[in-house]
């Protein structure tokens, strides 16, 4: 038989069907203190028990870290004052010249002021030359620095990855050393000696002890002392191997061991002794531990007295929190069983003033709200029925094609008329992808609105976006019908064309009879002034018809342009010399920078007529005695001309408009320069320079003048 789940059984006894709050939230309550309790005071009397050890054996580990940082310390510094007696100048050829005076004169300030213990000064044959004890100066001969391996290094010029200068622990004399060696080099770069200084064991192990706030000890490889804070052989005997096998073992894990010195009991713990990251010893650190026992005991019995008497505090208080929770949550959850049937007269009422009695009267509030929010739901759902059936009504009423949309741009409502427009796109296949286009990207029709065709008909589109306080509800788009209106549009322009057709053709008869009359009839003074007075107003007539045909093609995209080799030098001369009487009559000055030959690919009679076109805007706007120039260069892949008139100028805000059909500005009636034209030829010159891929500009500033400028496509080769 297959043993049940520990989460199963526990389950299976607090959440039985019909099990009672009362029973599910007592027993668990009960259970659960026992246990913890229970495990309470087995473990934590453990744990104190076991904490001291753990924080005296911590302490220890602190304590031999922080020796370790003091002895790197005491290394850094050497180095650094080693440096300085190196770097010293005149060092070097005074031990070459082995001037025991010069060297005494540059090293013994500094070793007196950094408290340096000992200073050696060795030559190139390993012979100590200069000797500086801050004791009593102990024999040369004593101290052997020609068995040293960090001597032979140094002088044979040595380098590994920690640089050129190495450490010596000097056991062989008495307090032992410990000592940093240093190259000293000619400005050859080759090595003429070395310095050494030391500091003594015994000063060393005073600063770690104090630092560390324990005792420590120095060994040696082969177990003996080197240094101690402990009385003379009062420290723990080791021999080699027990030095080796600690230094093995801690690589691994700390080894803590107890041991009694001077009839006292201490933890102590062994690391490596490490001087210029190679191990050359053990350092013990030691901690006294006579007092953990009596505190194990005694912080036994009073934990658990205490978790006892915790124990028996819980299991009351647990009892009647239970019955002061159970109480108001049986009253609670009859209520909302006769809420829950439909009976919403009914209300808790409890009167208590804590989370239970506010839940309980936020309930009550709640079913107090509910009541009045049903009844305004009703209300609204009502109101809102009507106003739906309205809008619906007024939505189908509307001509125009209404689409509305969603905030993710899906569609929401549209109206009958809206399916004339999708069945007219659904024939073309562009067309129906340029509708979904419209409707999916309704914020590209917010600035402006947008002609567009589907099948037969005409719309302008339009959109607005819809918010209901402050929140984004979705866009709706207008599509307008104005198919009659472009035809009407089209049907005026054919006869615009038509009647401007028919009426060129008696007009340019009429004009060369008047031509044929003024070469055949002699007139008087009067009747010469009535003749050219009536042939101008006729020119001006053909000119306007002219400009009204071309218009007329425009919008009627039947505009044509012929392309053929030209020469625009000869165009502008031609129209400057047509030109100049009208300057000349109106007392303007016309210069003309034109150079010899300008061969490009172009439609001659078309740009002539913009050349033509730019000269009377200049000249009808610019006072007598002002000036005009037209120039015409070559510029690098394109021709331009320019034309500069000192007239009137065109304000700022119609700038924008000069290039619009039909547009007039605030100039064309400005008295001296009253032009009656039809506002058409910059429409009909921007129309032709587009044509021939080229741009047309315009600066201006009132009262200083405008420049046209007129950029095209050379298309040819280099001048001849």
Not at 188 to 202: F, P, R, S
Request: with cysteine.
């Amino acid at each position: 038989m297959r043993s049940r789940p520990t989460s199963t059984i526990w389950r299976s006894v607090f959440r039985l069907p019909g099990t009672s709050v009362r029973l599910r939230l007592t027993l668990p309550f009960l259970v659960v203190t026992v246990v913890i309790a229970g495990l309470g005071i087995y473990i934590v009397t453990r744990l104190v028990a076991g904490n001291i050890e753990e924080r005296l054996v911590n302490q220890l580990a602190d304590s031999a870290q922080t020796a370790t940082n003091a002895i790197v310390d005491i290394e850094r510094q050497q180095l650094n004052r080693l440096r300085l007696m190196v770097n010293t100048i005149g060092i070097d050829l005074a031990i070459i010249d082995t001037d025991t005076a010069e060297i005494d004169a540059l090293l013994r300030p500094l070793a007196l002021s950094e408290g340096i213990d000992r200073t050696l000064v060795v030559d190139n044959q390993r012979e100590i030359i200069y000797q500086l004890d801050r004791t009593d100066t102990a024999p040369t001969d004593a101290i052997r620095v020609d068995e040293w391996d960090s001597i032979t290094r140094v002088l044979q010029n040595q380098t590994d990855e920690l640089g050129d200068k190495f450490v010596e622990l000097g056991q062989g004399t008495d307090p032992p050393y410990f000592y940093t060696v240093s190259p000293v080099v000619n400005v050859d770069g080759g090595v003429v000696g070395a310095i050494v200084i030391g500091t003594t064991l015994e000063d060393i192990v005073r600063t770690l002890s104090n630092q560390a706030i324990a005792q420590v000890s120095l060994y040696g490889t082969e177990g003996n002392v080197l240094a101690s804070t402990f009385p003379a052989d009062a420290s723990p005997t080791l021999t080699a191997d027990n030095v080796a096998n600690r230094i093995a073992q801690s690589e691994n894990a700390s080894i803590v061991d107890e041991v009694t010195i001077n009839e006292s009991l201490y933890q102590v713990l062994y690391v490596p002794f490490r001087l210029r990251e190679e191990v050359v010893g053990l350092k013990m650190i030691a901690l006294p531990s006579d007092f953990v026992a009596n505190r194990i005991g005694v912080s036994r019995n009073i934990l658990t007295i205490f978790f006892v008497v915790f124990f028996l505090a819980v299991m009351g208080i647990g009892w009647g929190v239970s019955r002061s929770i159970l109480m108001p949550l049986s009253r609670l959850v009859s209520t909302t069983r006769q809420i829950r049937s439909g009976d919403l007269n009914q209300r808790v009422q409890l009167k208590n003033h804590d989370e239970l009695g506010e839940l309980g009267q936020s309930f009550d509030t709640m079913t107090d709200a509910l009541v009045a929010r049903n009844r305004r739901i009703q209300s609204l759902y009502d109101r809102q029925v009507k106003e739906t059936a309205r809008r619906e009504a007024i939505l189908k009423s509307i001509g125009d094609a209404v689409i509305v949309v969603n905030p993710d741009k899906s569609p929401l409502l549209r109206n009958s008329a809206s399916q004339v427009l999708i069945d007219a796109a659904k024939q073309n296949p562009e067309e129906a992808r340029q509708l979904r286009h419209m409707l999916t990207n309704p914020e590209t029709l917010l600035e402006d609105t947008k002609l567009v065709t589907f099948g037969q008909y005409h719309f302008s589109a339009q959109s607005r976006r819809v918010a209901s306080n402050g929140q984004d509800m979705g866009y709706v788009i207008v599509f307008r019908d104005i198919t009659e209106l472009i035809e009407l549009e089209n049907t005026k322009d054919e006869i615009i064309l038509q009647i401007s057709h028919e009426l060129r053709t008696p007009l340019s008869a009429a004009v060369g009879y008047m031509e044929l009359l003024g070469m055949i009839q002699e007139f008087n003074t009067n009747s010469e002034q009535f003749f050219h007075r009536a042939d101008g107003h006729l020119k001006e007539l053909t000119y306007m018809i002219n400009q009204t045909i071309e218009v007329s093609a425009i919008l009627s995209n039947r505009f044509e342009l012929s392309f053929h080799e030209i020469d625009l030098s000869e165009i502008v001369r031609r129209v400057v010399e047509e030109q100049q009487p009208r300057f000349d009559e109106k007392d303007l000055r016309l210069h003309a920078d034109v150079p010899d030959r300008l061969p490009m690919i172009g439609d001659e009679r078309r740009l002539q007529h913009t050349v033509e076109h730019v000269m009377n805007n200049a000249r009808q706007y610019t006072l007598p005695q002002g000036m005009v120039t037209i120039k015409v260069e070559a510029c690098p892949g394109y021709a331009q001309i320019q034309v500069t008139d000192t007239g009137v100028g065109i304000g700022a805000d119609e700038i924008d408009h000069v290039f619009d059909r039909l547009y007039r500005g605030r100039a064309a009636d400005a008295g001296e320069t009253d032009s009656r034209g039809l506002g058409v030829g910059l429409f009909i010159s921007q129309e032709i320079v587009h044509g021939h891929n080229g741009t047309i500009t315009i600066e201006s500033e009132p009262n200083n003048g405008t420049t046209v400028t007129i950029q095209l496509p050379e298309h040819t080769t280099s001048e001849p």
